[in-house]
């Protein structure tokens, strides 16, 4: 499984931004998918998973109510859409893929590359 995300940037506090992330390869469909972040200093946090198969989705406490995680089937592409956001968003965010247990544990089978999402006046 490949993935690849975009959609990172700059934005003002109560701003939105939506990252996205691209999957290939095979079997991605049996998969979960979803995103971690990490802040500098900080440790590695898990921030919301969706699970292909039966559409289940799970958010951190941290963003539930403002970032909302979606997937396309067509397009193979799993999409968070952030809004509300606050400067402790501010982090490389990493696209993950692989068993749902491992997405949300922080060590998922698949990586992407990271996408900064920086949250400042």
């Known amino acids: 499984v490949q993935l690849q995300a975009s959609g990172g940037g700059l934005v003002q506090p109560g701003g939105s931004l939506r990252l996205s992330c691209a999957a290939s390869?095979?079997?991605?469909?049996?998969?979960?998918m979803g995103w971690l972040r990490q802040a500098p200093g900080k440790g590695r946090e898990f921030v919301a998973v969706y699970n292909w198969g039966g559409g289940e989705i799970l958010y951190a406490n941290s963003v539930k109510g403002r970032f909302t995680i979606s997937g396309d089937n067509a397009k193979n592409t799993v999409y968070l859409q952030m809004n509300s956001l606050k400067p402790d968003d501010t982090a490389e965010y990493y696209c993950?893929?692989?068993?749902?247990?491992?997405?949300?544990?922080?060590?998922?089978?698949?990586w992407g590359q990271g996408t900064q999402v920086t949250v400042s006046s």
């Open positions: 993950a893929a692989g068993r749902w247990r491992a997405v949300i544990g922080g060590n998922p089978d698949y």
């Open positions: 390869g095979s079997a991605f469909s049996s998969k979960s």
